[in-house]
Nanobody, 123 residues
Framework: QAPLMESGGGSVQAGGSLKLSCKAS???????MGWFRQVPGKGREGVGC????????FYPDSMKGRVTISHDNAETTVFLQINSVKPEDAGMYSC?????????????????WGQGTQVTVSS
């Protein structure tokens, strides 16, 4: 089993919602888990992270209001939901285990990466 495996990608209509899942192995599931995306023409950016013992989340200002990260500790799975999807949300979404999710530099603390799942947005 891959340490981290994303699912749920595909095509979504602009204005709709998408929900991605990241199933982690017991070994890869850490207290801090995050989501990233890479969109065409831009570098990888952090979408947000979650501190799983408490369910506390952190989102960059650019993502606040449309993004929700949740988790299921029993299933070692984290979820990413984006509402009011925009064309610029299209890209490759990856989950990652992190060293921490309680500092502004959380996106620099990746331990393991998933392979990613592609999202396309139709207008």
């Amino acid at each position: 089993q891959a340490p981290l495996m994303e699912s749920g990608g595909g095509s979504v209509q602009a204005g709709g919602s998408l929900k991605l899942s990241c199933k982690a192995s017991r070994h890869a599931y850490r207290d801090s888990m995050g989501w990233f995306r890479q969109v065409p023409g831009k570098g990888r950016e952090g979408v947000g992270c979650i501190y799983t013992p408490e369910g506390r989340t952190f989102y960059p200002d650019s993502m606040k209001g449309r993004v929700t990260i949740s988790h299921d500790n029993a299933e070692t799975t984290v979820f990413l939901q984006i509402n009011s999807v925009k064309p610029e949300d299209a890209g490759m979404y990856s989950c990652a285990s992190l060293y921490d999710c309680y500092s502004d530099s959380w996106s620099d603390t990746v331990v393991d990466w998933g392979q990613g799942t592609q999202v396309t947005v139709s207008s």
